[in-house]
Structures are given as C-alpha cells and as structure tokens.
C-alpha cells in the first residue's frame, strides 16, 4: 500500500510549532497510508544550529539531513528557506492552519493523493511550485488555482459566494443547477479572510498572470468586490479581471466598485428579451433592457479593457435573427473583444448542445474583425496542469462513484480545477458519467 512520510515540528507531541518548522524542538515523523491510516513513526531533536538570520542556509541544510528519509515538511508559517526547499529539493513543504497534531493528520487523510503526486514528481526530478495549504474545514478556502486559461494565462481564481449563488440559472452552465437564486448584494462570505487567503497565494503558489474573480457563482453579488479589489492593488501588481454575467451593471454602486479592476469581462447570450429567459433563466426582477443599459453606461465610465463573452447554444441562441441581435448590441457597446464560446463541459442541462468549430466560425463573421473564438475542441488542452491531479481523481473514482463535490472536498480542490480535468479523463474514456436521483456521479471508464 502507498505511504508518505511527514515531518512536523512539536514541543509536546501535541502541538504544531506554531512558528517556523526549523524552530521546533523536536521534530515527529509520522507515516500516512493511502486507505487513511497513519502512526507515528518516532520524534528527533532538532540539532541543527541556532538561526542566525532569516532564511540561514546552513539550518536548511543541518534540517535537511536530519529528516533526510521524509518527504513532506509541514509548518505553520511560511519561511525563505521553504521557498527553497520547494524549489530546490526532493522535499515537498506543506502549509497548515491546524494547531493540533491528530486533527492535521485526520485531514491530511483527505489530502493524500495530490501529496502523494506531488512527491512521485519530485522522486523523477520535478520541482511543482505548488504548496499545498491545509485548513480545516476545506469547504473554507475561497480561492483555487493558479488555473491555465487560454485568455489569462495562469489565474489565481478568487470565489467570492458559496457554491451556485448566482442571479442566472443557466442552461449551459458546468456546475449544475442555481441553487440560490438572486440579486442580493451582501457578504457571502468573509472579505477578510478571503484577502488573507490571496495574500498566501501570492507567496506561495508560483506564476500568477491574473488575480480573477469568477467561480462558483456571480461574484458581483459580494457588497466587498470592489474594497478586495482596492485591497490587492495595494500588495501586488499583477492585474485584476472580474468575469460577470453583467446582470448587475445597472447598479451604480457596482460600477463604481468595478472602476478599479483592470479587466471586465461580462457575458451576453441574448438579443430578446425571450431568449434571455431560455438560456439564462434571470432572476424575476431582471430584464433584459436593463441589463444592457447597465452595459452600455459601465462601457462608458470604465477606463479598463472590457471583453464581451457570448455563450452560443445549439439551437436556441444561434439563429440568425438572434445573433443579428446581439451584432446590434455589440455596435452599441464596443467592446475591447468578442469571445465566443460554446458548450464544451457537461451541461446543467442536457438539451443544452455545442454549436460546430465551422458554425462558429460563420457567427464569428457577423461579429467582425474583434472577434473570437476562445471554445475549447479536443486538443486544446493544459495538459501538464491536469496531470497533476489526474491520479487523485483516478484513484478516488476506482473506490467508489463520486460527484463533483466529493473530489473537490477530497483533493482540497476547487470545483473548476476538478470540471478540467475531469472533462480530458472523459474523453479519453477513463471515467464516465451516471446519473442517479438527479445527481451527476463519476465512475471508472473502460
């Protein structure tokens, strides 16, 4: 049975050292198995030499050959020399909220097939820039990534409300069904530790080329979008985008808030107001004419780019007087660009079909020279990204049918990493989808 290696620093056996892992007294090495179990192997003193300054290579080193046999280092707090270890060894550091010894091992359970990937691919020479954070509950963490994208290179996603609370119920839509509907601004979750949470990522999660607002529902329904913004610009440099359906735009509060990101990037799938009800599902206060005045007056006092998404459904939203429509629109608005896009995961519906690579390029045409399409077809794809997680999800779906939410939770993943990957091991018949009680499940392919 595979097993990793852990190191931790304690003064009691029960508590983590609540500083540095090389500030520790002693060190406790456990072992953990992938069906769950773990032990403690034994405990070491912690010889290595006083530190002399931050980051002091010499205690790297003396730390090094004292846990020589481990394979992950676990602190709380995130220092210069695991930087170094995470890019220059075999060592793969973790970072954990958890203060108590037995409740990080208990959740460490559910982390084992992406640590055990990690350190297979350091065992070959890789050095992943990833390092894994640990809190508890995992449910918590409000960001996910950094995610290759074809238009933002590597975003850092940011999800402000919980799963599936969004002003549309789209037909199209990756993650299933709204299950909260609405256009109530509020604190859905808590801005400040979503901001302390950025603020580690930056630190420690590599090459990030956006910092980007989008996830699991509609993040302009979040009353503290636009201070998160401001917020980051005060640390970091690297731009901000905020991807919106753009239902809310007619708020001025929002637009206001909005002003200081870099990159806007709403969406508009309708030219009637008829269509907007079939492929979006509004929440009842919306309509379309509203929605785009709130367009065309935020086009007006945004000084940021702004790309227009159009969402294109076998069927329904491609006919001819519909995209005649949305050319009308697009006129008006003079967006930066036009992406259009199509069904490529796993709808919310299953009537909801992709339109052809050559439709599009017809659709594309009426939509003129600042057009594009960004649709993913089969081989498009961010192949290294996706293999790191590959194997846990693999391993998860052998035992027994899982959901979305099942890996996500158990791989300490966010469900838009999880829909990637699970739409490439699809295709390559690895896993398959059954449906059971209006659940979608994820079981072994072929």
């Not at 049975?1 to 050292?17: H, K, Q």
Request: glycine share 8%; hydrophobic share 35%.
């Amino acid at each position: 049975m595979r097993r990793i290696r852990i190191a931790l620093g304690s003064e009691d056996g029960i508590n983590i050292c609540p500083t540095h892992l090389g500030m520790a007294d002693r060190f406790y090495i456990y072992e953990l198995w992938e069906n769950g179990d773990y032990k403690l192997v034994e405990w070491r003193l912690n010889s290595s030499p006083q530190e002399k300054r931050h980051a002091d290579p010499e205690k790297r080193r003396a730390i090094t050959e004292i846990l020589k046999d481990c394979e992950i280092f676990v602190g709380r707090k995130l220092s210069p020399n695991f930087i170094k270890l995470r890019d220059n060894t075999q060592f793969q550091p973790v970072l954990t909220e958890i203060e108590t010894i037995s409740d990080l091992m208990d959740e460490l359970r559910n982390f084992f097939p992406r640590l055990f990937d990690l350190v297979e691919r350091r065992r070959r020479g890789a050095r992943p820039k990833e390092i894994p954070q640990v809190s508890k509950p995992l449910t918590l963490s409000h960001i996910y990534g950094p995610v290759p994208s074809r238009r933002l290179g590597f975003s850092l996603g940011v999800d402000l409300v919980p799963y599936k609370t969004c002003s549309f119920d789209c037909i199209y839509c990756q993650l299933g069904g709204t299950t909260e509907r609405t256009v109530e601004r509020r604190e859905w979750v808590p801005q400040g530790e979503v901001l302390s949470q950025i603020r580690e990522a930056l630190a420690t999660r590599g090459r990030i080329d956006y910092i980007t607002f989008s996830g699991s529902g509609e993040p302009t329904l979040h009353s503290g979008l636009g201070w998160l913004i401001r917020e980051i610009k005060k640390v970091t440099d690297i731009p901000v985008a905020v991807l919106t359906n753009g239902s809310l735009l007619f708020r001025e509060d929002l637009r206001e808030e909005l002003l200081a990101a870099d990159l806007v990037v709403p969406s508009l799938d309708a030219g009637t107001q008829k269509t907007l009800e079939r492929v979006n599902r509004p929440h009842p206060s919306l309509n379309l004419k509203g929605i785009i005045q709130g367009l065309l007056q935020f086009r007006r006092e945004f000084k940021g780019r702004l790309w227009l998404e159009v969402m294109l459904v076998e069927g329904i939203n491609d006919t001819e007087e519909e995209v005649g429509e949305m050319v009308k629109i697009v006129g008006k608005l003079k967006p930066d660009k036009v992406h259009l896009n199509t069904v490529v995961r796993p709808p919310s519906e299953g009537y909801a079909h992709p339109l052809s690579a050559p439709a599009l390029q017809r659709i594309k045409a009426s939509f003129g020279p600042g057009c594009e399409i960004i649709a993913g077809f089969k081989g498009e794809r961010e192949e290294p990204y996706l293999q790191d997680m590959e194997g846990g999800i693999l391993e998860l779906v052998r035992r027994r049918p899982v959901t979305l939410s099942d890996i996500a939770h158990s791989l300490g993943l966010h469900e838009n990493e999880v829909i990637k990957c699970l739409q490439v091991l699809e295709e390559r018949g690895m896993v398959k989808t059954h449906w059971f009680e209006g659940e979608r499940y994820y079981k072994p392919g072929v």
